[in-house]
């Protein structure tokens, strides 16, 4: 038991000192440093925000595309960047601009063991639904819904660009039987949520954020976000049940019935209608989203 003990340590802290280097070994996109350097300065313009942002069109692609999304609740179209800002506001801004710009450093080359297109799809799929299912629910911090859902499994593609090898083993226990979760712990002492927050704590990402993403498969255990933990728990089990933008990571995660109370659903059957709802609007949902691969 207690050599056990000592390697779950040892992985755990192995994992660690290599997430310390990462965030050297990723820093971010410099037109994006530039963008999130204006956007916490109170006396940045929306021109010269907007001027800075258009600098990069595929920045001002993906945040068109994300403001024009079905799920994300906007009744105008917004067809420029310098509406987006009126529009959004620079708080919602940088986040979508934070989250774009983890997204974009933590990208790797798709091999047998992680599809880029199809990980990226579901990420963006997951944040709309969150964001959606926030409004409905008539929750005040949908944006933030919607950014915990977009980064949610970051800590995944973490450890295929910088633990490769790992991931490799990882894929192999999961192949034999594993649950994903079980088969993380037993290489790295870490599941992909902690290793996420870890990279999000380092890049001063709010601890609203981190605690989301760390707790999406145990959101009954968040001590910050617990109710928009279980949004983004929710989403991401939506994608599974409804076979829309699915991961297959996620295939045998099980929903967490802690989220009846959190959430006020009665039972099993109330959700299941619930979430037969979504059908339709995420299919135009994956449509507007192809652009943003």
Do not use: C
Request: charged residues 20%; hydrophobic residues 45%.
């Amino acid at each position: 038991m207690t050599t056990a003990i000592t390697d779950f340590t040892q992985r755990r802290e192995r994992t660690e000192l290599i997430l310390k280097k990462v965030n050297t070994l990723a820093p971010l996109p410099k037109i994006l440093q530039e963008i999130l350097q204006l956007l916490n300065d109170f006396n940045t313009s929306p021109h010269t925000l907007a001027k800075a942002i258009s600098k990069d069109q595929s920045v001002v692609l993906k945040i068109l595309t994300i403001a024009n999304s079905p799920f994300y609740g906007l009744t105008k179209r917004v067809s420029s960047i310098e509406f987006a800002i009126m529009i959004l506001g620079y708080d919602e801004i940088r986040n979508i601009v934070s989250a774009l710009s983890l997204m974009e450093s933590m990208k790797n080359k798709s091999d047998q063991y992680l599809d880029q297109k199809v990980f990226w799809m579901h990420s963006y799929l997951t944040a709309t639904i969150a964001k959606k299912l926030a409004m409905d629910l008539g929750l005040e911090k949908h944006g933030e819904a919607f950014i915990g859902g977009l980064l949610h499994d970051l800590g995944i593609s973490v450890i295929h660009r910088f633990m490769h090898t790992d991931f490799v083993a990882i894929y192999e226990l999961v192949a034999n039987g594993s649950a994903y979760n079980e088969a993380e712990l037993q290489i790295l002492g870490l599941n992909h949520g902690e290793v996420g927050e870890s990279l999000l704590k380092y890049w001063n990402i709010p601890e609203l954020i981190t605690d989301i993403v760390k707790y999406h498969h145990q959101p009954y255990m968040s001590q910050q976000a617990p109710t928009l933990a279980s949004v983004v728990h929710l989403a991401d089990y939506m994608t599974q049940m409804l076979k829309v933008g699915e991961l297959k990571m996620d295939t045998f995660v099980e929903l967490d019935h802690h989220i009846f109370s959190t959430l006020h659903v009665k039972d099993l059957t109330e959700l299941s209608h619930f979430i037969e709802g979504y059908r339709e609007p995420l299919k135009a949902q994956m449509e507007s989203l192809k652009y943003l691969i």
